[in-house]
């Protein structure tokens, strides 16, 4: 292959991982204006192919609601802004006073081998808890529902760590493999306010990497709630999880926590408790 | 070799063009939606649906955003879905090629940069019914072209394309120099290239 060539599949390569500096892009609109479109495209569908099996080896299946609306606007021949209703149950946001606080004691905190026995204490307090969506079973239906279930159920105690918002923090965790689904209980753990600072949920899974558990969502405690029950929204699938742990993270949340502020834990450490 | 993979062979779905191999199916949804076929855009929405709802969440924070994307890139292939050429690519990798595109927009409009993302361990069959057993074929072709290339190189791979991570981004994360991160990921995907071409050369022996 001649240098000229060479050349410009690497500039096509850079321009299909979108990373050209000004200069590369100079060369290729140089270089690349005698070329077909499809052969600029070729590095962009070899960037589709491996992206495609790469998230197919993990997909989950789109929500049947957002595909029916999907359809709708498309018959409508219409490109209308979707509502948003559907996803204020899970950020629901009232503002309230910043909970800025320093790193958690004792700084950093290994995760594997974590058999945290925490002395819990129930601290209750006045006000409403999460908002749930109308129409539907409560999630305290949900949760006594997934507690019934049975075997597949895995109930877990939080223990709260040295951060400031887990003062005296309690509560549970309530997961279930077959279903994919599970509620999260507090008491007790301080409300937030969602434009600064959010907890998130963690899934560590025996079946993957420690370094990267899987993401439970996000979620607020608002001001002068009393026991909040927060649905799990895992965005992959839990095989074997070992370990729930919320931390505190910046507002529109993280794909990797730093780990900073562990707030609860909750390790799986029994056999029995999974189920499985 | 399992019986659907040699059904597979003597059929020859296999073709060679711009340098790389694909197996596709040769009754892409696209090309209903392209032709204005009723059921075309529900045919889309099953086929592709998974691997944009899937994509998007791994880019994307927000529910509200998510659904946003993944209802944007499917007016986009619907726009686009006569410019879908089965000889050029397969159904999902067009598809997410233009999903990729609408994220990359949608991330730089909305400023935000996530840090690192979970990367699959291992290969697993995906859990949408809906893929075939040729999607199947063609998705193993890919990942074990993928698997060819050096752990950090691979790593870097699904940093960038799955996660969407800029190459300074990826930098910072994995503590590699920027210089090194992007070099990686241009010959990474050269090399990728090259395999799948091989690999093609390969398979069409003895089909024809």
């Known amino acids: 292959m001649n240098e ?8 096509l390569a850079g321009k299909a991982t979108g990373e050209l500096d000004l200069d590369e892009q100079a060369r290729l609109d ?17 960037v589709g192919e491996v992206t495609a099996a790469l998230v197919q080896s993990e997909a989950e299946p789109m929500p049947r609601a957002l595909q029916d609306r999907i359809i709708r606007i498309a018959k409508q021949g219409s490109t209308a802004r979707p509502s948003t209703q559907g996803s204020e149950a899970r950020d629901a946001s009232r503002p309230a006073s910043p909970t800025q606080s320093s790193r958690s004691g004792g700084g950093w905190v290994a995760w594997s081998g974590w058999a945290v026995a925490a002395a819990v204490t129930a601290l209750w307090l006045g006000g409403v808890g999460q908002p749930e969506p109308p129409g539907e079973p409560t999630l305290s239906a949900q949760r006594a529902q997934l507690i019934q279930a049975g075997a597949d159920a895995v109930e877990v105690e939080w223990s709260a760590t040295e951060d400031p918002a887990a003062a005296g923090a309690s509560g549970d965790v309530v997961w279930s493999n077959q279903t994919q689904s599970g509620i999260m209980r507090f008491v007790g753990l301080q409300a937030n306010d969602p434009t600064q600072l959010r907890y998130q949920l963690w899934i560590f899974d ?35 999880p070992t370990l729930f742990a919320v931390t505190v993270e910046r507002s529109d949340g993280v794909v990797v926590s730093d780990r900073v502020r562990i707030v609860v834990v909750a390790p799986i450490t029994s056999p029995t408790q999974t189920g499985q | 070799m399992n019986t659907a993979q040699l059904l597979e062979w003597k059929t020859p779905t296999r073709e060679r063009f711009g340098g790389f191999v694909v197996d596709r199916k040769p009754d892409s949804p696209l090309l209903a939606v392209a032709r204005g076929e009723p059921g075309g855009v529900e045919a889309c929405l099953d086929e592709y649906g998974s691997l944009v709802w899937s994509l998007s969440r791994r880019w994307l924070r927000q529910e509200a955003d998510i659904e ?61 019914e809906h893929v075939t057993t040729q999607t199947r074929i063609a998705n193993q072709h890919v990942l074990d072209a993928v698997k060819t290339l050096r752990t950090e190189h691979r790593q870097f791979v699904e940093l960038s394309f799955l996660a969407g991570l800029s190459h300074t981004e990826i930098a910072d994360q994995t503590g590699t120099p920027l210089g090194t991160v992007k070099s990686a990921i241009r010959r990474s995907l050269l090399q990728l290239r090259e395999t799948l071409t091989a690999q093609g050369e390969g398979s069409l022996e003895g089909v024809r």
């Open chain 1, 4 to 11: 000229k060539r060479a050349e410009l599949d690497e500039l």
């Open chain 1, 30 to 46: 140089q270089m690349g204006a005698e070329l077909p479109a499809f052969a600029v495209e070729e590095f962009d569908l070899l």
């Open chain 1, 206 to 240: 025996a079946a993957r990497d420690e370094r990267y558990p899987i993401d439970g969502g996000l979620f607020d405690v608002q001001e002068g709630a009393t026991e909040v029950l927060v649905p799990i929204d895992a965005r992959l699938r839990v095989v074997e």
């Open chain 2, 68 to 128: 946003d994307a993944v209802q944007e890139i499917f007016v986009d292939l619907w726009k686009s879905a006569s410019r879908f050429d089965p000889s050029r690519a397969s159904g999902h990798g067009f598809v997410a090629m233009v999903a990729r595109r609408r994220l990359i927009d949608r991330r730089r409009k909305m400023e935000r940069r996530p840090k690192l993302m979970e990367l699959p361990d291992g290969v697993e069959m995906s859990t949408d």
